[in-house]
Each structure stands twice: as structure tokens, then as C-alpha cells.
């Protein structure tokens, strides 16, 4: 009687046990189920996440091409972003080439957001030659194309946020030429080398590029025909190939990226050019 009472419960407790066990496997079931859930919610709201929500971008010549085009994509992309244009608009409206004026500007970025996440020298210096280039127009060149650049993003230095990216607009002109761009030329090579400069100089607080574009049509009428057939890319540059590569250099996605120099001409740096080969013609 004893041994029987002792094997019922035996199978009693083998019965609760894999009750027991199964209880278990159901709510670890429900909690990977709810695992899950949760990790699809985590992607989606980060689908959904913009690339620059909560960011301040500031660009100068933000108004009209390559820097109206780097201020919508910001925007898209959820950024603040703070423009300074000699154009009439809802910008801030002044000459950079002023040191006042850049003054007031990075005092109102400071006032209205208090940090700098990205920042885009790119409003353009004029275009003389040695010809007709007074000592006024060459020096306002290098006003607006070395100094305000280096000015602007001294002043900013002390807000900018961790991970802050730098990125200047310098030109192909940078490493070739026309005749007669002397002003433009020099303020565009001069804006190259202040890239690596101060790419050392802001070790650890901010990641300093420059992106230097071929022609970049911001008429947005559509070129065809021999002047968009000789770029190797086959067409000629829209300034909507220039922002995307700026919100790339100020993204996490480029936190290796300092110091360098992202050429976007279509190839045509790349092009070599004899008379009489491949339908290239010397016309003197």
C-alpha cells in the first residue's frame, strides 16, 4: 500500500512538473512575442525619425542654389536651420563680408538655438580676372570666400554641439582654371587649405570637409547637347547633387571623414583633353 501511494505520487508530481514546464514555454513565448513587438515599434519610430531631428544647421548663402538646396534638404530632414543671405527674405539679411554683420548673425544663431550642429560656408566670393580686379574687388573676395568662413566658424566654436560638422564649399576651380577668375580662383583655393587647417585644429569637437563642385546649373532650366555630353557623367550638376553630399559630411555616416575634399564635377576634372582626340578641338 505504502509503494502504490508512493508511485501515484510520483506520477503526480511528473504531471505537475510538465505542467509546470509548459506554464514556463507559454510565457517565455509571450514575452519574445512581446520582444518583438516591441523591436518592430523601436524600427518603425526610427523609420519614421528624420536624419537631423533636433539639429541646427546654419548656411551661408543659403538663399539660391547649391545653399537654397542644402537648406531644403536640412529642413526635410527635420533640422533648425539658420541662413544668412545678402537677398531680401525671412533669413537673416547681411553682407558677410562685414565683420559686424557676422557678428550679429552668430549672436541670433546662439540667441534662437543655443548649439550648432552643422555649419556650410558656402556663400560665393565675386568673379574678376587680373584684367579689370581692383585691390576693393580682390580683397572682398577674399573676404567673403577665406575670411568670413574662418570668422563664422570661430565664432560658432564655443556652441558647437558634440559631433558638429564643418563643411565648406570651395570649387573645382581649386585645382584648375579659366583665364580671368583670379579673385574667385584664389578665394576658393584659399577655403580648400583652411579645410585641413582647421580640420587639425578642431580635433575632437568638430569634423571639417569642403566639397568642391564642378558646373552646378542653379537656373533649373535643363542643359543638353555638347555642354552636358563632354562631362563624363553625362549630364551637367543641379544643386541637389551638392546638399545631399553636405547632409552625408555632417551625418554620423561620414564620422571618419575629416580634413578631406569631396570633388562633384561629373568627371570632368578627371578628363583629359588633347586637341584632335576623342572630338576635343583647339579653337585659338
Request: net charge positive; proline share 4%; hydrophobic share 40%.
Amino acid at each position: 500500500m505504502h509503494s502504490r501511494f508512493f508511485r501515484r505520487g510520483k506520477r503526480y508530481r511528473s504531471a505537475g512538473a510538465a505542467a509546470g514546464k509548459c506554464l514556463s514555454e507559454a510565457r517565455a513565448a509571450a514575452m519574445l512575442l512581446r520582444n518583438a513587438a516591441r523591436c518592430r515599434e523601436k524600427q518603425e519610430r526610427s523609420a519614421v525619425m528624420k536624419a537631423f531631428e533636433g539639429k541646427v544647421a546654419v548656411i551661408t548663402g543659403g538663399a539660391h542654389g547649391i545653399g537654397r538646396a542644402a537648406a531644403d534638404a536640412f529642413a526635410r530632414e527635420g533640422a533648425v536651420v539658420h541662413i544668412i543671405d545678402t537677398r531680401p527674405g525671412e533669413w537673416f539679411v547681411g553682407d558677410i563680408s562685414d565683420r559686424e554683420t557676422l557678428e550679429r548673425f552668430a549672436a541670433s544663431v546662439i540667441r534662437e538655438s543655443g548649439r550648432v550642429d552643422c555649419l556650410v560656408n558656402n556663400a560665393p566670393p565675386l568673379m574678376k580676372g587680373i584684367d579689370d580686379c581692383s585691390w576693393e574687388d580682390f580683397s572682398r573676395a577674399l573676404a567673403v570666400g577665406v575670411t568670413a568662413p574662418f570668422y563664422l566658424t570661430k565664432l560658432l566654436l564655443p556652441h558647437f554641439a558634440p559631433g558638429a560638422s564643418v563643411v565648406n564649399i570651395a570649387s573645382s576651380r581649386d585645382r584648375m582654371s579659366q583665364p580671368q577668375t583670379e579673385s574667385y580662383t584664389a578665394a576658393k583655393g584659399g577655403i580648400a587649405a583652411l579645410t585641413h587647417a582647421l580640420a587639425v585644429s578642431l580635433a575632437g569637437i568638430a569634423r571639417v570637409n569642403s566639397i568642391s563642385p564642378g558646373w552646378i546649373d542653379t537656373s533649373g532650366s535643363e542643359i543638353t547637347g555638347a555642354d552636358a555630353g563632354q562631362q563624363p557623367a553625362g549630364r551637367v550638376g543641379r544643386p541637389e547633387d551638392i546638399a545631399e553630399a553636405v547632409l552625408f559630411l555632417c551625418s554620423g555616416k561620414a564620422g571618419f571623414i575629416t580634413g578631406e575634399n569631396l570633388c562633384i564635377d561629373g568627371g570632368m576634372t578627371r578628363l583629359m583633353v588633347y586637341h584632335g582626340e576623342h572630338g576635343w578641338e583647339y579653337h585659338p
